[in-house]
């Protein structure tokens, strides 16, 4: 925990409401996303025991399965969620746009909008991870054969699961998560993974404070479980009786009351993200998970093979490779858009704001072949400035132009920093107006950055070495593939 | 060492084992290991060879090394990202070129490059390869360099360190290939059969610290060390004015370690008196006019600032000693940084000290390990009272993966052993 998150929460404390710890939204919120709530019975790996879904506030859809250790059953559920679900992901895929190429890219559609699916918590995001990976193996014909859309739904699952692994995509969220980003509460990091005391914090009902708010959401009467696990009480009085009896009815009044007051919570977290205003650079990331979108619908048109159960050797570092420049990326761009991130890198000396105070726009460094226009300004700053020179540094405020550090010298209190700055002032030998930072101009510095890196080269997969048990064997599809090791 | 070098070089050059893996604890020779197998392939003409460090600084004081141990005339190419600057002690050897391509480096038979670097070239083999600080490269670094060679000597120090990455991420656990895994452990899960050597004496640390750090971080492979009682003595020439900072001082100079442990509390991670009392310590020694007298130095060679190190766990308590040092041009890094280097007198901030709680980040082993075995003389830990309870309320409780093998040593158990040893030498604010 930084300090000005620990600060955040001691004054949430004290205040006895959730303090913001983000001025602007770093998540992108859908207009129509699809709210999905599941259960899951306990005792079961993964087993769905119930889930209200729905894009609409007004129109939940509850399913629920009537034995839910009845295999059968289980895929049943997964039909009914598919025809929820596909029709939903289905109805993004309309209108496109054309992206212009790029740097190494031919021009290509994209979607222009694109599904966005809410769970309530960390374990949303992991029972749709696992009900994608039981799912997107099954056969359609012959023995134990399920409904067509059933491996589908497997693949779009197991598709928004793996996309929420990567830093900054929105494609699939959970509100505990996405809540937290943005409020700090008085309550440790465990109590903020119950949505009902984390929404308590943030928007205690007239009357009552955050603490108030959050002891009343420890009552699993008031406050069920957001899910995927279930009350034990709920378990053993209410939902064990209404299996045995084998009652549809009986058994959907329960998991009703069980589900709507998190439904409910869902809503009011979704209003509450959006009142905070947008961050400037959420709508690119939101672009970058359309193209995701937009490129594995177009995979599973062509009739390309399910998600592998587990990576190569290649596939792996070549994953963690994309998903480190994504978390080095997401870090600058919400550093670079939310001054109250950018301060956290100000207290651990990766970044330093300060006032312009002398400006040379004209200077020419002409000790190379060329002569290049390299105005320098000086910065004087208050901050415990811990830059060597040499390092390379960006101001969000001018995010195209690079400052290099000449020097720091200490000032009777604060620092003086040199910097000589490159980029953003066009291509001649003169400075436009305003490109470079004027005498009396405030800045912030940091060594954050968002530039453009070369994608890492790796061998195909076909020529994985022997440090790393030489190349795999291909992937023929195979009636075993569903069969996990301990089925 | 000798002993060791033969044995190695006979399994790599037998044509029975792709790869040979040699373990050294702290400042066992690790790096006269590298330049003599070096020299020793050269002679036998097992070339061309490639060599591979983790930074640019650790192949710079490698060539350094190198020109000296290899005949005149045989050439060794420096492959360096484009905007490299050579440093003087590098572009003064006419043995040496330059070049951020092969081809521009002429015909040269050893080739030296951060494993970055070698990552970029997409063709080429080299049929001998030497990794040095394996344990430090992490294991998609090592696919994408492992198709430039046939055969390699990997050299680490297995105690250290872990590679960490910035993400998280459990998907890959348990597979053979876990690219956040170090170089060496997915190199012997698919090799099982490869030799592994280990060099048996650390001539860094003294005999005050290597039962201690080969206890605790090393308790299978165990070394000792190279120096006996009383070759190694530090004197302090200065008196003393009394008082808790001269006796940690006084305690580390007559023993070797040294406890300074403020009142218990729990604090933000730049706990500003641990930092302060961290470079206080630095001062004193400094102040006192410590000398060191050694097996390098019979009559003694003063400790200079630059013979003193400070180590903490994270970089904003780095800055936060720092700041508190003025001019004094004291290294002050992280654990992470000061792998591989050595001083006189270490000063340590310990990564528990003023917690809550005791995470898997300050748990590990090879922070703790790196900070206490970068001494030749003296070690003082500085930390809030109270780390082995804090230990004794947080047992490890990281989940057991299938399929994962069990590392060794425990995170939590060699800071117990430490801990124990430290309770001997504590000096307390009270």
């Known amino acids: 925990m930084s300090a000005l998150t620990a600060l955040a929460r001691v004054s949430a404390v004290s205040s006895g409401v959730a303090q913001r710890i983000a001025t602007v939204r770093h998540v992108h919120l859908s207009d129509r996303p699809l709210v999905f709530i599941p259960l899951a019975l306990a005792g079961e790996a993964n087993a769905p025991l119930a889930a209200l879904v729905g894009s609409s506030f007004d129109s939940p859809q509850l399913l629920v399965v009537l034995q839910p250790r009845n295999r059968d059953e289980r895929f049943a559920f997964a039909a009914r969620l598919a025809a929820v679900f596909l029709s939903y992901v289905d109805s993004f895929r309309g209108e496109t746009e054309t992206v212009p190429a790029g740097r190494n890219t031919d021009p290509r559609e994209r979607y222009v909008d694109a599904p966005q699916i809410l769970v309530p918590n960390g374990g949303g995001v992991g029972f749709v991870r696992l009900l994608g990976r039981s799912t997107r193996f099954r056969r359609t014909e012959g023995e134990y054969a399920v409904e067509p859309s059933v491996p589908l739904l497997g693949r779009w699952l197991t598709f928004f699961a793996e996309r929420a692994e990567y830093p900054g995509s929105s494609l699939l969220l959970n509100m505990t998560g996405a809540l937290g980003m943005h409020w700090a509460t008085g309550q440790s990091a465990v109590e903020d993974a119950n949505l009902a005391a984390l929404v308590g914090w943030i928007d205690p009902p007239d009357g009552m404070t955050g603490a108030d708010a959050a002891l009343e959401a420890e009552d699993p009467l008031t406050w069920p479980p957001a899910g995927p696990a279930t009350d034990p009480t709920f378990d053993n009085e209410i939902l064990a009786p209404a299996i045995e009896a084998g009652s549809l009815s009986r058994l959907e009044s329960a998991l009703r009351r069980q589900l709507e007051p998190t439904w409910e919570l869902m809503w009011r977290g979704v209003s509450l993200l959006r009142n905070l205003p947008p961050g400037a650079r959420v709508e690119r990331r939101w672009a970058e998970d359309r193209d995701a979108f937009t490129g594995y619908a177009s995979y599973v048109d062509e009739g390309g093979y399910p998600q592998a159960r587990r990576d190569g050797a290649v596939a792996a570092a070549q994953r963690l490779a994309r998903l480190e420049r994504a978390q080095v990326l997401y870090d600058a761009q919400r550093a670079y858009d939310d001054p109250l991130i950018l301060a956290e890198y100000r207290l651990t000396g990766e970044a330093f704001a300060g006032t312009v105070t002398a400006s040379a726009p004209d200077r020419i460094d002409d000790s190379g072949k060329r002569r290049v226009l390299r105005p320098r300004v000086t910065v004087s700053s208050s901050d415990p400035v811990r830059f060597e020179p040499g390092v390379s540094v960006v101001s969000p405020a001018r995010p195209s132009q690079t400052g290099r550090v000449v020097s720091v010298s200490p000032l009777p209190s604060g620092f003086e920093v040199v910097l000589e700055l490159s980029g953003g002032m066009g291509r001649g030998l003169t400075a436009p107006p305003g490109s470079v930072p004027e005498v009396g101009e405030r800045l912030t510095y940091t060594t954050l950055t968002e530039s453009y890196q070369a994608p890492a080269a790796f061998p195909a997969r076909e020529e994985t070495p022997w440090t790393h048990g030489g190349p795999p064997v291909e992937y023929v599809p195979d009636d075993d593939d569903a069969v996990e090791e301990w089925s | ?430």
């Open chain 2, 1 to 430: 060492m000798s002993s060791v070098l033969p044995a190695v070089l006979s399994d790599l050059t037998s044509g029975s084992h792709r790869g040979v893996v040699v373990d050294s604890p702290p400042g066992a020779g690790k790096s006269t290991l590298v330049v003599n197998a070096t020299a020793a392939m050269v002679s036998n003409g097992h070339l061309p060879l490639m060599i591979v460090a983790q930074t640019n600084e650790q192949v710079d004081d490698l060539i350094v090394r190198l020109v000296a141990a290899l005949p005149a005339g045989v050439g060794v190419g420096r492959l360096s990202a484009q905007g490299y600057v050579a440093p003087s002690r590098i572009a003064s050897h006419a043995q040496v070129t330059v070049g951020s391509k092969v081809a521009d480096l002429g015909p040269v038979l050893i080739v030296i490059g951060t494993a970055a670097k070698w990552a970029t070239l997409s063709e080429g083999t080299w049929p001998w390869a030497i990794v040095d600080e394996a344990y430090q490269m992490r294991s998609d670094m090592l696919l994408r360099i492992a198709n430039r060679f046939d055969r390699a000597l990997f050299v680490g120090d297995p105690g250290q360190l872990d590679p960490f990455s910035v993400v998280e991420s459990e998907r890959w656990t348990g597979l053979t290939w876990d690219p956040m895994q170090s170089a060496v452990a997915v190199l012997l899960r698919h090799n099982p059969d490869l030799p592994v050597h280990r060099l048996p004496v650390s001539w860094r640390l003294p005999c005050s610290a290597a039962p201690v750090v080969s206890q605790a971080f090393y308790p299978f492979s165990g070394f000792t060390s190279g120096t006996g009682e009383g070759d190694r003595r530090l004197g302090l020439s200065g008196a003393g004015a009394g008082g808790p900072l001269d006796a940690a001082v006084e305690m580390a100079a007559d023993t070797g370690w040294a406890l300074y442990e403020l009142p218990a509390r729990h604090t933000l991670r730049t706990d500003a008196e641990a930092a302060e009392a961290c470079a206080s310590l630095a001062r004193r020694v400094l102040e006192r006019g410590a000398v060191a007298y050694s097996e390098q130095a019979r009559d003694g060679a003063p400790v200079t600032a630059s013979r003193i190190a400070i180590g903490a766990a994270h970089r904003d308590q780095v800055a936060a000693i720092r700041s508190y040092l003025g001019d004094l041009d004291i290294t002050v890094d992280t654990a992470n940084r000061l792998q591989g280097r050595e001083y006189d007198v270490t000063i340590v901030l310990h990564p528990l000290s003023g917690r809550r709680d005791a995470t898997a980040f300050h748990l590990e082993s090879g922070r703790l390990c790196v900070l206490t075995s970068r001494h030749r003389h003296a070690c003082i830990v500085v930390a809030r009272a109270g780390i082995p309870d804090l230990l004794d309320a947080h047992p490890s409780t990281e989940p057991v993966h299938l399929n994962v093998p069990v590392k060794f040593p425990d995170g939590w158990e060699a800071n117990q052993a430490v801990m124990a040893h430290l309770d001997g030498h504590r000096v307390a604010l009270s």
